[in-house]
């Protein structure tokens, strides 16, 4: 390992260098994301705390399974009053389109791909040659600009992309936030049922003996 | 120093598992999109047997019906602790009487709520001044009356 550094140009080190730094920023930046997204969940996950507290105070729930149950059927229908706006949109949307192929006599939705691609940046990365690959060397360059085009059909590709991007990501909030309570459930099915000895009162013991005699 | 490697680490972690990530949540999308329309029916079915999702489910309702039926207790009793306070008089001042031997003491409330004694005869008038020295102003009300 010493005697390929050893033979490395100053060029080399400094590549492998800001290379080392990028990846450990990389990793940092995931590590900061991950807490930020655990955070989001476990906020997502009491909204089953808040759904459950009077069915569990009140005993109408006595165990796991029963919990699971009823928790589950909650959070079923808390997804789904959740995601309807979004589904509705995106349905809507998909009517739209078919009535205007229909309308249009189109067959196939290539003029919505054509628009969109238009509308993308072409950008050149530099390389360079480390260790037998190449790797990105320095900031892209533009080639090709976006092109905005300004008739019905482009009109509805740029719509049609942006809603459902917009509609997509709620979509997938709301998938999160199913898994976070999801996770919940089993966490709480567990921790609410479980008896613990340590939380009995210290003179139980002598409580009970002191009613016997009586 | 300690929570940054944590941090950095559990990017590490997130980063090698990150397909398993990508395909379990990619799953489960494909269950939600699933589950929205069963969950559809089941509102379109309920909604033509006369019920609405919105509403609260069986559970939640006897839930609430057993909580009532706990608080509705504990909101009497507060009712008569409170009521005694309402209802509190003031209380005229207690004047204790040690009676002496041979003599007839007659005793009553001013209108400040003043003990006042009223005597029959001198001896019992000096049997009153006498035991009550320490106490002037009791002693004047005393001699105020048997003058009269």
């Known amino acids: 390992m010493i005697n390929i550094l050893i033979k490395l140009s100053e060029n080399d080190k400094r590549i492998l260098i800001a290379l080392i730094l990028v990846i450990l920023l990389v990793v940092i930046i995931v590590g900061y994301l991950t807490k930020l997204i655990r955070y989001i969940m476990r906020k997502q996950g009491r909204v089953i705390d808040n759904m459950m507290v009077d069915i569990v105070r009140t005993n109408l729930v006595s165990n796991p399974k029963e919990f699971k149950k009823v928790a589950r059927e909650k959070n079923f229908r808390h997804f789904y009053f959740q995601a309807l706006p979004p589904m509705c949109v995106l349905l809507l949307l998909v009517i739209i389109l078919g009535l205007y192929q229909i309308f249009t006599e189109k067959t196939n939705l290539d003029y919505i791909f054509y628009y969109l691609s238009e509308m993308s940046i072409e950008l050149e990365w530099p390389t360079s040659y480390f260790f037998g690959i190449n790797i990105i060397s320095d900031w892209p360059t533009i080639v090709n600009g976006p092109t905005f085009y300004f008739n019905f059909d482009s009109i509805i590709a740029y719509v049609s992309l942006l809603v459902i991007i917009y509609f997509t990501i709620h979509f997938l909030i709301c998938v999160q936030a199913l898994i976070a309570r999801e996770i919940r459930i089993s966490k709480a099915a567990v921790s609410v049922f479980q008896k613990d000895l340590d939380a009995l009162p210290k003179n139980l013991n002598q409580n009970l003996t002191d009613t016997n005699h009586n | ?148």
Request: proline share 7%; glycine share 6%.
């Open chain 2, 1 to 148: 120093m300690k929570d940054f490697i944590k941090t950095f680490l559990t990017g590490l972690l997130v980063i090698i598992l990150s397909p398993f990530i990508v395909v379990f949540f990619g799953l489960a999308t494909v269950f939600a999109v699933f589950l929205f329309f069963v969950m559809f029916i089941k509102h379109i079915i309920l909604f033509f047997k006369g019920h609405n999702m919105k509403e609260p489910m069986g559970i939640d309702e006897e839930a609430s019906r057993r909580l009532k039926a706990l608080t509705a207790p504990s909101n009497e009793t507060q009712v008569t602790k409170e009521a005694p306070t309402t209802v509190v008089q003031p209380q005229p001042q207690q004047v204790i009487i040690q009676s002496m031997p041979g003599t007839v003491i007659s005793t009553g409330v001013g209108p400040n709520g003043q003990p006042i004694i009223i005597a029959n005869n001198q001896q019992a008038f000096q049997n009153v001044e006498t035991n009550n020295e320490t106490n002037p102003y009791l002693s004047d009300k005393v001699e105020d009356k048997n003058h009269d």
